[in-house]
Each structure stands twice: as structure tokens, then as C-alpha cells.
């Protein structure tokens, strides 16, 4: 059975929904497998579908915890909607992961779903009221509130910077109410998250609730995004006998660690390459070796506008040897003006609609030496549907942006939220109404 270990102390081991409840672990680390299962591809034959595939993937990590026996239910409800895999040629050099078909358009609504119906198998304590704090810049408040909305024993609270995500992302944010509140912080994404933090430090909070976190630290968003780069591999593996190449777009870095995890595990993953926008502390470290954090830059894929990854710290776990690291994976920075011309130009070529997120992948592939682009099968992860981002993107390619319809469902409902100042006090009366 795969034990989780804190990154800070090995000897700290948990299993899967204790460290899932924990959110982090004790010591401030982040919770990561003891070891990793060595699967083949043969442990996947005759499964086709993203839910089964999730489940043999998740089986091995999760071992003899008490969520086994629900793993079925759980894949199911968390992969309820393709995660489709789109070849650009037709040869199938090249294609676009999607991972935008969820109820909010954005590949976090898979990670969110698993975690909520995990939660929803777990027995919480008698009398204590679980409270779930999202500090959010955009995608992830929305997945999460989508995810335990109408859920009568828990209350999630989403604190998103006022004033400073996109139009429609605010109304995804401010549609819920129920159980879901939506509190417009009058300050940064950076304050929203030392709200966050301070809640979990404080007695009184915790005294009153039982606190958890939906960020990408908490394993039980982590882990269940492996399972479609499972799936997409599989399926380049079985069509053409090679392995799938991926270029991720990456902010706090859970993603692609997810792609790495997959990797560890023995699926069929060839190179990783990390494709950040002007936030360039990871691109800088693998070409200095040094780590040098920083206050984030705001850019036109703003939900990876983060200049101290909190996943870093699972990265340097899994390659703790900076040589092996290089070897591991490569990284990009991709300014603004090439996200836009990347994004007018794949709709030129392909007919493609791409997010600004998207777009910042597709321009690192463009990137990569001949050599790299030929020898390998590559495929670009696409995090967000566009019609998230229609005031960039429409005007880039001379077309309205079509909306899905969960979109068009979400957009059409009145939003509603509390406008706090951004501090711990402002927080506990906001929840205590
Ligand atoms: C969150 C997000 C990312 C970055 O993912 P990480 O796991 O934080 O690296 C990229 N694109 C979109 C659309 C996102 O919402």
C-alpha cells in the first residue's frame, strides 16, 4: 500500500484520506507517495474509458485505505466528461489535449470533483461542520464551488481578489450561494491566500470547524489528474507503439507534476516540458539553478501568473539531484505579445480557438528545436475553454467565441457576493453571518 510522506519528514506517513483531510501536513509540507506503483501499459488492457482507466491508475496509490472500495464511484463522478485527445495532423505528430469539457470549462474541475465526492465517502466528526477556504485566482474558486455546491454539511467559502479576475470568471464565482460564499477580497490574490493561511493558524477558526483546504497542495486534487495523461498516453501508445510527449501550461505546478507522477508510475510519457507565461522563476531555475521565488506578474494567462510555486517543493522531492531534474524536464517563458500571436496564429492554421493558457503551451512547442519536434509525439495540454476569456481572444481571431452550454448555464444566473477587507477578522465575520 502507497504510504503519503510530508516532504519536510519522511518518517511522517499517512494514508490517502488521512492526508487528504489534512490537506497539508503537520510539519507544513506538502504530502507525497513513499513510492511509486510500476505499472505497464499491459496492467491497462481492455480499458477504454477515462473512469476505469482512473480507477487501475488510483488503486496501487490509494491501497488498503477506506476509499478503495468507493474508488469506482469516485472516478465516476470525477470523470464524468471526456478529456478528449485532438490530433493536428495526420500523422499524428501533433495533438490538443482538452480538458475544458467539465462544468467549469477548466481541467481543475476534475481534481475538484474527485476531492468533493471523496469527502462526501468520508465520515466527517459528529457535530463539527466542515468549512472548505479557497483562496482563488480565478479557475480553481469556481471548479471547487461547482464541485460541493448543494452539499448541506459543507460550507465552502471562495475569497477571490475584487476587481482583478476576468468578467466571466467573476460571474462563475458569484453564481452559487446556498452553501457556496463568494467573498470578493479588497486586495490581492497574494491577500487571499494569507487569509487563507492565517484561518488554518488560528484556535478559534479551528475550534469552531473543521478546516480543509482545496488548493492543488491537497493530494485529492493532485493525484486524480494523473489519470488523463494515463489516458492520453495510453492512446498514443496503443495507436502508434511510442510514448506522449506533453507540454503543460504551469503555474503553481501541480499539473505537471501530476504528468510527472504519471510518468513515476510507469506510464508511457515521454518528454515534459513546462510552459510558463512571464512568471519566469521556473524557467530560471533550470537554467541557473537557483531558486529565487517572486511577487507574481500579471499577464494574459492570469491563472498561472504565480511567482512562488507551491508545488516547487514536490518537484525538488521527486528530483532531488538538480542534474537529474534537468534531465527530467525542460521549461519555457512565454511573453504576452507571443500568447497572442500564438493564438490569432492557430486559428490560422488549425482553425483552433486556444485560451491564453493554451496558447502559451502551443507557442513552446513551436519552440523546440526541429529535432525534438520530429523525434518525438507531442502533445499540448489545453487547461481552459477560450469562451472563459472572450475579451482576449475574440478580438485575436475576428470571431465571437462560441460558449459551451455548462457555460452558458452558469453565466446566466444572477451572482451574488460579500465584499470584505482583506484580513483575518473581515473572514470570521463573513462566515459567522
Ligand atoms: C490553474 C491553471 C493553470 C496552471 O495549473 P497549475 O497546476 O497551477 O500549474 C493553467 N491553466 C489554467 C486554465 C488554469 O486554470
Redesign the pocket.
Known sequence: MTLFASTRDASLAVGFSVALMQGLAPDGGLFVPIEFPRLTPRDFNELEELPAIAARLLTPFVGTDPLTAALPQLTARAFAWPALLQPLDEHGRLHVLELFHGPTA???DFGAQFLAACFASLDSPPGRQLTILVATS???GAAVASAFFGRPDVEVAVLFPKGLVSPAQERQLTCWGGNVRSLAVRGTFDDCQRMVKSAFADAEFKSRRLLSSAN?INLGRLLPQMAYFAAASLEVWRRYGEPASFIV????????LACLWARAAGLPVGEVVLAHNANRTVPDYLETGAWRPRPSIATL?S??D?GDPSNAERLRELYPDFGALRGAISACSVRDEEIRARISAGYERYGQIW?P?TATAADAYERLPEARRAGHRWVIVS??HPAKFPEIVAPLIGRAVPVPQSLAKLFAQSGSCVEIAPDLGALRGALKE
Open positions: 477548466a481541467f481543475k480565478g479557475d480553481t492543488s501550461p504551469s503555474g503553481n505546478l501541480g499539473n505537471a494567462a491563472a498561472m504565480v485560451c493558457h487547461t481552459a
